[in-house]
């Protein structure tokens, strides 16, 4: 696992870090990307709210609009923030987290 600092814009819509593709956008890509573990706020590691929700519907047990409160979750936690927990140690880069 490796931290990648996030960095925000001095109004704070934008927010990005350094993958290994190169600057991307927090909430475009680490949102979506099965690498995403968690997020640092402060001293506390919290986990992406995207993963346990997507565990529980693949198991039927959430409403379907529980990933949309998961995603404005992970939005909440990324102004918060300073920094994302990110499993991709092979350097691969992005990987969906939802397939079709």
């Known amino acids: 696992m490796k931290t990648l600092p996030l960095e925000k814009d001095t109004r704070?819509?934008?927010?990005?870090?350094?993958?290994?593709?190169?600057?991307?956008?927090?909430?475009?890509?680490?949102?979506?990307?099965?690498?995403?573990?968690?997020?640092?706020?402060?001293?506390?590691?919290?986990?992406?709210?995207?993963?346990?929700?997507?565990?529980?519907?693949?198991?039927?047990?959430?409403?379907?609009e529980a990933l949309l409160n998961a995603q404005l979750q992970f939005n909440q936690l990324i102004r918060d923030g300073i920094s994302i927990e990110c499993a991709d140690d092979e350097n691969k880069g992005f990987i969906p987290r939802y397939r079709i």
């Open 12 to 64: 704070g819509n934008t927010v990005t870090v350094e993958c290994s593709t190169g600057k991307v956008s927090v909430y475009r890509y680490c949102a979506f990307c099965q690498h995403c573990k968690g997020i640092w706020v402060g001293p506390r590691l919290f986990p992406a709210p995207q993963e346990k929700v997507l565990g529980d519907m693949k198991r039927g047990t959430v409403p379907d």
